[in-house]
């Protein structure tokens, strides 16, 4: 089985900084794109940023400059550096990932379960 588990979220004042990360862990063969998207209340899932395994990027208009995407291939783990952040960056977290596992040949895309991010003064 394969798992994303994230963690780094919680409460932080306008401005502030958050940093959170996301473990893949199971029987991975192999990890292509990682992505973060996130969930307000009442809205659709967005996509925040994506990161390639050659770590090309693509960012949310909304969070270029300010957010800051990274993995590390060798601990199946990528990050999001969240700086200067705003209320309406408000959300549930959630961090995917394209992943084969061994014995099997087709890729699959697997969700964590999600971390809260509240920005509130």
């Known amino acids: 089985q394969v798992q994303l588990v994230e963690s780094g979220g919680g409460l932080v004042q306008p401005g502030g900084s958050l940093r959170l990360s996301c473990a893949a862990s199971?029987?991975?063969?192999?990890?292509?794109?990682m992505g973060w998207y996130r969930q307000a209340p009442g809205k659709q899932r967005e996509l925040v940023v994506t990161i390639t395994s050659d770590n090309n990027t693509v960012y949310a208009d909304s969070v270029k400059g300010r957010f800051t995407i990274s993995r590390d291939n060798a601990k199946k783990t990528v990050y999001l550096q969240m700086n200067s952040l705003k209320p309406e960056d408000t959300a549930v977290y959630y961090c995917?990932?394209?992943?084969?596992?061994?014995?099997?040949?087709?890729?699959?895309?697997?969700w964590g379960q999600g971390t809260q991010v509240t920005v509130s003064s």
């Open positions: 995917n990932a394209d992943i084969r596992q061994y014995s099997v040949s087709r890729w699959r895309t697997y």
């Open positions: 199971g029987s991975i063969f192999s990890i292509r794109a």
